[in-house]
């Protein structure tokens, strides 16, 4: 018998993330690892009247195709996926690797030559997602895999997943409906200012919000979910940080990121772990030292660090940034064809001002 925590993440994922309506075309996106919660999608979307499709692969599919794939064939881009996030009205991918470490030990040039490959694809999400022709969402199916980098039993991930969705409540819909009420409150109260200022024992940094649209993190893109965020002005970010979580690039962990910023770019960077990655990945291209988004964590659920950025990136008291591609939405103009979030915990000793005024004191909004 199915989960009924699995049949309702689905049903939050159709009804409210991706707002499946008669005639829509979802391409669905996981590995076979992912099946439970496969089928649910399948029966909802078509009960929904959607048109679902689906784009399975093997759990080791791209561990395979690093160490068989030729250079053209890195350089190819996959021509359904390419079709879907052109033509279809959403896609829902499934995070369910069993070995998230299985790309460890491909070298980064590979990496950033495959990921220039997926840059249409990239693209094409961010553009269409930004006046919601296309409704994108992702979220995350428990593995052993997954539990093994958290540190937990496969049990005890699972009830931490489920718990983060929300779908332990008998209707989680309603959960996150109310997550974007609270969550537009913040935002009214910060979106129109201009200076952002962080300080911490990890962190000095300034950067410009001014005329930059806040994005309200309630389910509808990722699940979880539990986030504020913008793209801030591509010049204004100033000063240093340390990111006091690893950053993950493609089953790669660079941990001890620290990073300097003058006028908006990356003029420093180092790590105390594959800190080869990070400087390949800075040179992708002109935007890969640019930030493409700001970000505050919001949901509390989500109190440690599993070692997956879909959870991380939201942890209440934390925030992140990304190097790379800004969603459009926001005002954002970067452009890159990496898109990779740094988190930074602000629970001690830490705040954020917004034009002068704190708004933000150790992990707490305080107005």
């Given at each position: 018998?199915?989960?009924?925590?699995?049949?309702?993440?689905?049903?939050?994922?159709?009804?409210?993330s991706?707002?499946?309506?008669?005639g829509?075309?979802?391409?669905i996106?996981?590995?076979?690892?992912?099946e439970?919660?496969?089928?649910?999608l399948y029966a909802?979307?078509?009960?929904?009247g959607?048109?679902?499709?689906?784009?399975?692969?093997?759990p080791d599919?791209?561990?395979i195709?690093?160490?068989v794939a030729?250079?053209?064939?890195?350089d190819?881009?996959?021509?359904?996926?390419?079709?879907?996030?052109?033509?279809?009205?959403?896609?829902?991918?499934?995070?369910?690797a069993?070995?998230?470490?299985?790309?460890s030990?491909?070298?980064?040039?590979?990496?950033?030559?495959r990921?220039?490959a997926?840059?249409?694809i990239?693209?094409a999400?961010?553009r269409?997602g930004?006046?919601r022709?296309f409704?994108w969402?992702?979220?995350?199916?428990?593995t052993e895999?997954?539990?093994?980098e958290?540190?937990q039993?496969?049990?005890?991930?699972?009830?931490f997943?489920?718990?983060a969705c929300?779908t332990?409540?008998?209707?989680?819909v309603?959960?996150w409906?109310?997550?974007?009420?609270?969550?537009?409150?913040?935002?009214?109260?910060?979106?129109?200012?201009?200076?952002?200022?962080?300080r911490?024992p990890?962190v000095?940094l300034?950067?410009?919000?001014?005329?930059?649209?806040?994005?309200?993190?309630a389910?509808m893109?990722?699940m979880?979910?539990?986030?504020i965020?913008?793209?801030?002005v591509?010049d204004?970010?100033n000063?240093?940080?340390?990111?006091?979580y690893?950053?993950?690039y493609n089953g790669?962990?660079?941990e001890?990121v620290e990073?300097t910023f003058?006028?908006g770019?990356?003029?420093?960077?180092?790590?105390a772990k594959?800190?080869?990655?990070?400087?390949e990945?800075?040179?992708?291209?002109p935007?890969?030292?640019?930030v493409?988004e700001f970000?505050?964590?919001?949901?509390?659920e989500?109190?440690r660090?599993?070692?997956?950025?879909?959870?991380?990136?939201k942890?209440?008291g934390?925030?992140?940034?990304?190097?790379?591609a800004?969603?459009?939405?926001?005002g954002?103009?970067?452009?890159?064809?990496?898109?990779?979030?740094?988190i930074?915990?602000?629970?001690?000793?830490?705040e954020?001002?917004?034009?002068g005024?704190v708004?933000?004191r150790n992990?707490?909004?305080?107005?």
């Open positions: 018998m199915i989960d009924i925590r699995v049949e309702r993440l689905a049903k939050i994922l159709v009804d409210h991706a707002q499946i309506k008669p829509d075309r979802v391409a996106e996981a590995t076979i690892a992912a439970p919660l496969v089928r649910a909802t979307i078509l009960e929904r959607g048109e679902p499709y689906l784009l399975l692969e093997l599919q791209d561990e195709f690093f160490r030729s250079d053209e064939q890195l190819a881009v996959p021509i359904f996926r390419k079709l879907a996030y052109e033509q279809f009205q959403s896609r829902i991918r499934i995070h369910s069993t070995n998230t470490r299985a790309l030990g491909v070298l980064p040039a590979r990496q950033k030559r990921q220039r997926l840059s249409p990239l693209e999400q961010m269409r930004a006046d022709s409704k969402v992702t979220t995350l199916f428990p895999g997954y539990a093994m958290a540190e039993s496969l049990r005890a991930f699972e009830d997943v489920f718990r929300h332990d409540q008998e209707d989680p309603a959960y409906k109310q997550v974007e009420v609270n969550q537009r409150a913040i935002i009214q109260r910060i979106e129109g200012h201009d200076q952002v200022v962080l911490g990890n000095d300034s950067l410009s919000i001014k005329g930059r649209k806040f994005l309200n993190g389910g893109n990722n979880p979910d539990g986030e965020y913008t793209g801030p591509e204004s970010v000063g240093w940080v340390r990111f006091s690893p950053a993950i790669v962990m660079v001890g990073l003058t006028d770019k990356v003029t420093q960077a180092r790590a594959n800190q080869a990655m990070l400087l990945m800075l040179e992708s291209d935007g890969a030292r640019y493409g970000a505050i964590g919001t949901n509390y989500i109190d660090f599993s070692h997956s950025i879909l959870f991380d990136e942890i209440g934390s925030f992140h940034m990304a190097l790379g800004g969603y459009p939405e926001t954002s103009k970067n452009k890159s064809i990496i898109h990779w979030d740094m930074c915990g602000m629970k001690e000793d830490s954020i001002l917004v034009d005024e708004i933000y992990g707490q909004f305080i107005f």
